[in-house]
T-cell receptor, first 113, second 113 residues
């Protein structure tokens, strides 16, 4: 089955710096990609959903890059602020009709003021 | 906005006892899922369901049962709780399988002593 590896497990950056979290996956048929944010003691909230046909997706304060050739998905938080401190999880799914999401193990991000 | 609620939010159980975790969604979604979250493991799928009165095994179903009495409700049952089942449990729902976003509940923190 699909294998999703997420790096790094822990990341500490200073306020204003960028933070990059990367996931690699193995199944070339993977089609939908998700980033979730989990604040301490809270549930997972969707940051962004991307499709395999779109390589660059911009959100508020972050960019998601998808490299299908390398099977690599990255989340780049530009100018991180303390409110970005949380755990981040990537998830990968196959096309519609397949039940499973495959989650990375998560990255704990700390933004130091 | 999607609404998934879980009860209880936290529970202490004794080894060998029965535990029932409940999940309720008001999204009119067909698919519901139970995950457990352990430090360093991300989220792992225990059971899921795509229609009332039917459940399917996920990746780690051993020691767990599930029940879907209605579209809105999905329960996770630990008949004989064990220490290794100490974890945070998340319920999620989605409209379809595969590429649809999963919306997560707030989680239940279970401690088995």
């Amino acid at each position: 089955g699909e294998q999703v590896e997420q790096r790094p497990p822990h990341l500490s950056v200073r306020e204003g710096d960028s933070a990059v979290i990367t996931c690699t996956y193995t199944d070339p048929n993977s089609y939908y990609f998700f980033w979730y944010k989990q604040e301490p003691g809270a549930s997972l909230q969707l940051l962004m959903k991307v499709f395999s046909s779109t390589e660059i997706n911009e959100g508020q304060g972050f960019t998601v890059l998808l490299n299908k050739k390398d099977k690599r998905l990255s989340l780049n938080l530009t100018a991180a602020h303390p409110g970005d401190s949380a755990a981040y999880f990537c998830a990968v799914s196959l096309p519609r009709g397949y039940q499973n999401f495959y989650f990375g193990k998560g990255t704990s991000l700390t933004v130091i003021p | 906005e999607a609404a998934v609620t879980q009860s209880p939010r936290s529970k202490v159980a004794v080894t060998g006892g029965k535990v029932t975790l409940s999940c309720h969604q008001t999204n009119n979604h067909d698919y519901m899922y139970w995950y457990r979250q352990d430090t360093g493991h991300g989220l792992r799928l225990i059971h899921y369901s795509y229609v009332a009165d039917s459940t399917e095994k996920g990746d780690i179903p051993d020691g767990y049962k599930a029940s879907r009495p209605s579209q809105e409700n999905f329960s996770l049952i630990l008949e004989l709780a064990s220490l290794s089942q100490t974890a945070v449990y998340f319920c999620a729902s989605s409209d379809e399988a595969g590429g649809d976003t999963q919306y997560f509940g707030p989680g239940t923190r279970l401690l088995v002593l």
